[in-house]
Structure formats: C-alpha cells, structure tokens
C-alpha cells in the first residue's frame, strides 16, 4: 500500500506542476476577478511547495493532499473562467 501512495503522490505532484504550467490567467489583473485568479494561482502554488515539504519529510499522505487541494484551487479557476488553457489539455475537466 505504501507503494501505491508513493506513486498516487509523485503523480499529483507532477499533474499540479504540469497544469501550473498550462494555465494562463484570461481576465484583466485590475479587476475583482483578476484577484480571485491571483488568489487561486497563489493557493496552487502554496499548496505545492507544501506537498514538496511534506514529500521530503517523508509524510506521503500530508504530501499528497496538499498535491489534491492546490489542483483543486487551480481547476475550480479554469471552471470559472479565470484561466485559459490548452484546447488539448487532459489535466483539467472542461
């Protein structure tokens, strides 16, 4: 079962890392949606760098919730309409 946490955690981390990277932000950075999309961008990345800490500190299942929780930040602002990603994306649920 470890095996499968390790693997499940190393795979999160890497799709939140992945779709870090395809999201672009799509409405204007002064309006209040342009601070609600700072706001999840900010979450996604937090919760990455914490996923991280707790990997190296070998607490696999704190490691990947915080992986769970940022990808959830960052798909809820792609629903929303926040950011704008690739027409062939797999990572999002549009």
Sequence with gaps: MAADLQEKTNRYEGMLADALDEAVQAVPD???????A????EMAESYLDD????KADDDWVNALASFSYGYGWLDAGVRMGLFDI???SHLFTM
């Design 30 to 36: 002064e309006t209040h949606l342009g601070a609600a």
């Design 38 to 41: 700072a706001d999840c961008l």
């Design 51 to 54: 996923g991280r800490h707790f």
């Design 86 to 88: 690739p027409d062939d």
